[in-house]
């Protein structure tokens, strides 16, 4: 059974940093690529960050680049999102997933992650 499992979200003042980790388990984790979604209160799911298989190639959302990095322990299982000087607007629930295709593109489209976390909280205040 595959399952991922997001921590490191909370409640925190505009500026500040978190990350977020997703520990992956049920699945070979090096063959898939990673990704961080998110969705703020009343608006659709998006997506925020990616990782292929490797590591070696990264995509951003326009809202998040130069802010956001991620990066991927394959011995550990595991995809940080490293959050920097974060905005209200980065208030919601952040997912992370991932999608069975091995190449260098990262994806961005929802439907072609087949499985997800259960989502972490972050919320930033002005």
């Known amino acids: 059974q595959v399952q991922l499992v997001e921590s490191g979200g909370g409640s925190v003042q505009t500026g500040v940093s978190l990350r977020l980790s997703c520990a992956a388990s049920?699945?070979?984790?090096?063959?898939?690529?990673m990704g961080w979604f998110r969705q703020a209160p009343g608006k659709e799911r998006e997506f925020a960050a990616g990782?292929?298989?490797?590591?070696?190639?990264?995509l951003f959302a326009d809202s998040v680049k130069g802010r956001f990095n991620i990066s991927r322990d394959n011995s550990k299982n595991t995809v940080y999102l490293q959050m920097n000087s974060l905005k209200p607007e980065d208030t919601a629930v952040y997912f992370c997933?991932?999608?069975?295709?091995?190449?260098?593109?990262?994806?961005?489209?929802?439907?072609?992650?087949?499985?997800w976390g259960q989502g972490t909280q972050v919320t930033v205040s002005s």
């Open positions: 997933a991932a999608d069975d295709f091995r190449s260098n593109i990262v994806r961005t489209r929802l439907g072609v992650y087949l499985h």
């Open positions: 990782i292929n298989w490797s590591g070696g190639r990264t």
């Open positions: 049920g699945l070979t984790f090096s063959h898939y690529a």
